[in-house]
């Protein structure tokens, strides 16, 4: 259980989501997390700025799996750190994806963890999920502080009872909506491409994303970014149609918050439990 009351609440802040880099930062006012770092250093530290957290504490980073698009800046991101406090900061992620990491991106301190495992970093709690997608040992990382969580699922070709039951838990999160069926299928992408994004290993569609949260809405659960959207193969009106009429279907459309989490530029900061 995270420990002690909180005043500032949770703050999500999806600085960037989608193939060409990730990275979302959670903090609590007192210790803060980036989960996976796929957009460079120099665009984590002037998108963090943009919304108003430049200094906002990164004490950890959670890696979710070894694509170049979560974990790009690793090795930079890290000396940065070393350079700006003079300690190290500690990468957290599975066996699998340390094994699989490109030795390039291969940061100063990597702390290996269980898909599965939970533990705390200063003020938080966090912990992570196996996830369906074709890497080594993927996951989704989820954050709390004082009873309020927040959690990134993207990259994942289905989903399992085990993130429903994640999702069930969580008050803000990032979720997967990656493509349109129709528009994959009838867009540029090469016949095994399609065949790698559609399969039960890749990205959720627009309808198993909707899917998903219409079986795990809850009252708890106050902000929904859409994220990792793909640019070919969805449209952000089309991806938010499909989680609106789940929200209105459930008659929550006044409780439950959507928003995108774009590529190109961080989304306004959501925060629980202020
Ligand atoms: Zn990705
Ligand atoms: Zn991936």
Redesign the pocket.
């Known amino acids: 259980m995270a420990r002690g009351a909180n005043d500032d609440g949770l703050i999500l802040a999806a600085l960037g989501s989608g193939?060409k880099g990730?990275a979302t930062y959670v903090g609590d006012g007192r210790t803060g997390v980036l989960i996976d770092c796929?957009l460079s250093t120099r665009q984590i530290r002037r998108r963090m700025a943009a919304v108003g957290l430049a200094e906002a504490p990164i004490d950890a980073v959670l890696v979710t799996h070894e694509?170049g698009?979560?974990v790009a800046a690793a090795a930079i991101l890290a000396r940065d750190h070393r350079r700006r406090t003079g300690r190290a900061l500690p990468f957290y992620m599975t066996a699998g994806t340390r094994g699989a990491l490109p030795a390039r991106v291969v940061p100063e301190a990597v702390e290996t963890v269980p898909a599965g495992a939970s533990f705390e970093i200063g003020s938080l709690v966090v912990g992570c999920v196996p996830v369906p997608h074709d890497t080594a040992d993927p996951v989704a990382w989820w954050v709390e502080s004082a009873g309020r969580r927040a959690g990134v699922i993207?990259?994942l070709g289905r989903p399992t009872s085990v993130v429903r039951a994640l999702l069930g838990t969580l008050h803000a999160c990032v979720l997967e909506f990656n493509h349109d069926l129709d528009m994959l299928l009838g867009g540029p992408y090469t016949w095994p491409l399609k065949q790698r994004v559609r399969s039960s290993h890749g990205h959720l569609s627009n309808e198993q994303a909707a899917g998903l949260l219409a079986e795990t809405l809850h009252p708890g659960l106050r902000h929904v970014l859409l994220g990792?959207l793909s640019e070919e193969n969805n449209r952000p009106e089309v991806a938010l149609v499909a989680a609106a009429r789940v929200v209105e279907e459930a008659g929550a459309a006044g409780e439950v918050r959507l928003g995108l989490a774009p590529q190109r530029e961080p989304a306004a900061p959501v925060r629980v439990g202020a």
């Open positions: 193939s990730n796929g694509h698009d979560h993207t990259d990792h």
